[in-house]
């Protein structure tokens, strides 16, 4: 009964806010998004605790209680003793800063156990959104952890769970020493057990200290509600955690290390190994938002844009003509609509780039939304835009592979021509927001009759101001009929990559 008067009681803040129309988002109605580095994981904790606070706290918010339901490691999806340690810290931040607003972090193990109990020898974990529920919250932080070169990788999501929306999300970054875990199995108890024997039957574990979580410099030492022995003591300078399972620094493994052969990249590709990164802009265009996090898969790209030698190649290829054409050998093929840049991609075993792929290519490694921070002058290093081409008496697009390659040895990925993608066009992320790993975009057009294909990249000229420095950034969207045929549009191709795991296992190959 007093889950289903709370379940009322959401639905009538629901109402009252539409009623109201007040939004559930950041002021400007866009879900706020972080990418940020700090000097220890506590200070990037503590980061995050603050502006979900800061949210949490705003009168029109209406008090909601927040919970930290699962902090997983991003590879298997599980939690491991670092979910939990990362869990229990995040929690101990908002309950200083939101009191009661913040949901104890005993209160969903107890919820966790329960479970365990209820269903035992089940085959799949409780729904975070049901855990959430149960724990009586209005809002949900959910999110993954991993930990690369030395550094841990924490993202986090931020739900309004009456509207099933995204209001915050970031991606934060701590240096830490490599830290190896297992999964947490679950915990068996019953019905007449209470959750602290459940936590006592939990194997014991010694466990060297992980290194510069920085806890210490937080001032946090209030103990947990149920305590047992602290598995990171010398880390964590005797504070306790509730740590099942073994959690221990790994040394480099002294072994003979034997390269893997070097792999078969086809002429004229790069491969791009995968990844994780924060797609769109929160201060962008319209449809460019909400910017969310995505994990990319190793693939192939082309070096460059298919040039009109190489696109001679396709005898069942057509392509237009007009002003400001390219006739050159090595100059970009253009009036090119959609579907025939398809089929070029697919004569020669390849196909278009997702937008997914095209903007990680395009960031290379950069963080922010924006080409080069909006230096044009650095930015004339890289690419082919209004300044250096039009304003400069060339009035067509420029031989290949002229300028600066980036980060991941691509040649004009900015400038020159915009650069057909696979995606169906739409006007926002959010159908994306659910699907983080390797998204395809729409399965369908919004409008039949006007099917959009994206395009990216900006020009060397054109409208909307392709050719100008802020219409080259990695994050902004062209949208055109597939049959459209311009001077400023040309394409790339992409290709799969999926080597046999134990032949290339440092790339990501298929499992």
């Not at 107890?110 to 020898?121: D, K």
Request: aromatic share 10%.
């Amino acid at each position: 009964m007093h889950r289903l008067l709370h379940f009322l009681m959401r639905t009538l803040r629901l109402q009252l806010c539409l009623l109201l129309g007040l939004g559930f988002g950041v002021p400007d109605g866009r879900a706020l998004s972080l990418y940020t580095n700090h000097p220890t994981v506590a200070e990037a904790l503590t980061s995050a605790a603050e502006e979900i606070s800061e949210l949490a706290k705003d009168p029109l918010r209406l008090a909601p209680r927040v919970a930290v339901v699962d902090l997983v490691e991003r590879l298997h999806r599980e939690r491991n003793p670092l979910s939990t340690i990362l869990e229990q810290r995040l929690v101990q931040m908002l309950e200083e800063r939101l009191g009661q607003q913040a949901v104890p972090f005993i209160k969903l193990e107890q919820l966790r156990a329960e479970w365990n109990s209820a269903f035992p020898g089940r085959s799949s974990q409780q729904l975070v959104e049901d855990l959430a529920g149960q724990a009586e919250a209005d809002w949900m932080i959910t999110g993954t952890h991993h930990q690369e070169e030395g550094v841990l990788k924490i993202s986090l999501q931020l739900y309004e769970l009456a509207t099933e929306s995204v209001l915050w999300q970031t991606l934060l970054e701590a240096p830490v020493a490599r830290v190896e875990t297992k999964p947490l199995e679950p915990a068996e108890t019953t019905e007449a057990a209470p959750f602290a024997e459940a936590v006592d039957t939990a194997p014991e574990a010694t466990v060297e200290p992980a290194q510069n979580f920085g806890f210490v410099a937080e001032g946090i030492d209030e103990p947990l509600e149920e305590e047992i022995e602290d598995p990171l003591a010398a880390e964590f300078a005797g504070e306790s955690f509730a740590e099942p399972q073994q959690l221990a620094l790994v040394e480099p493994p002294q072994a003979e290390v034997r390269l893997p052969p070097e792999p078969v990249i086809p002429e004229g590709m790069r491969l791009i190994a995968g990844g994780e990164f924060i797609m769109g802009s929160s201060t962008g265009r319209a449809d460019e938002t909400p910017d969310h996090r995505v994990e990319v898969r190793p693939f192939l790209l082309g070096q460059h844009e298919v040039t009109n030698a190489e696109y001679a190649r396709c005898d069942l290829c057509e392509r237009g003509t007009g002003g400001f054409d390219t006739t050159a050998f090595d100059q970009p093929a253009v009036y090119v609509d959609w579907k025939n840049a398809q089929a070029y991609c697919k004569f020669r075993g390849y196909r278009l780039p997702t937008e997914v792929e095209w903007e990680y290519a395009a960031r290379s490694g950069s963080p922010g939304p924006d080409a080069f921070g909006g230096d044009s002058v650095l930015l004339g290093q890289y690419a082919w835009f209004a300044e250096n081409t039009r304003d400069a008496g060339r009035w067509s697009a420029q031989l290949v592979g002229q300028k600066l390659p980036n980060a991941f040895a691509l040649h004009d990925l900015h400038g020159n021509v915009l650069e057909w993608v696979a995606d169906y066009y739409a006007p926002d992320y959010f159908s994306h927001l659910g699907l983080p790993d390797n998204p395809t975009g729409p399965d369908a057009p919004e409008r039949a009759d006007y099917p959009l294909r994206v395009a990216r990249g900006g020009a060397w000229d054109g409208l909307d101001g392709a050719g100008a420095p802020e219409g080259l950034r990695p994050a902004r969207r062209y949208a055109f009929a597939p049959w459209t045929r311009s001077f400023r549009i040309g394409l790339r191709c992409a290709a799969d990559w999926n080597p046999p795991q134990e032949i290339y296992p440092a790339f990501g190959g298929a499992q």
